[in-house]
């Protein structure tokens, strides 16, 4: 497998790949807890099958932190990323919070070590 730029705008921007990462989002959600930082550990070992160190924890929960306050700045925004790919997102869970975990998920699933296996 490649690492190219256009391989880059695919698995960030397709819509099979948001909504793989949406529903790693909704999982994490249901199944983590309640804290940031055990979504952010769930997320990371479910996609690289490996726990996750403390400041990778830390980044993931300051980038989970930072995107929901976007989403709730920008509702329209959240709602156009939930609705991308086939599935219905679960409506049980915030907007803004679930676009956030959905661009977390997002970025734990576009690191080389979960593309690129060696």
Do not use: C
């Amino acid at each position: 497998m490649t690492n190219t730029p256009l391989q880059a705008l695919v698995t960030l921007n397709d819509p099979t790949y948001v909504e793989a990462a949406r529903v790693l989002a909704e999982r994490v959600w249901k199944e983590a807890g309640k804290t940031p930082q055990r979504r952010a550990a769930l997320a990371f070992q479910l996609a690289t099958s490996r726990p996750a160190t403390k400041s990778e924890v830390s980044v993931l929960t300051r980038l989970a932190k930072e995107q929901s306050a976007h989403f709730r700045a920008a509702p329209k925004e959240a709602a156009a990323l939930l609705t991308n790919g086939e599935s219905g997102y679960d409506k049980s869970i915030p907007a803004a919070d679930l676009a956030a975990w959905t661009m977390v998920a997002s970025t734990i699933l576009n690191l080389d070590e979960v593309i690129s296996k060696e």
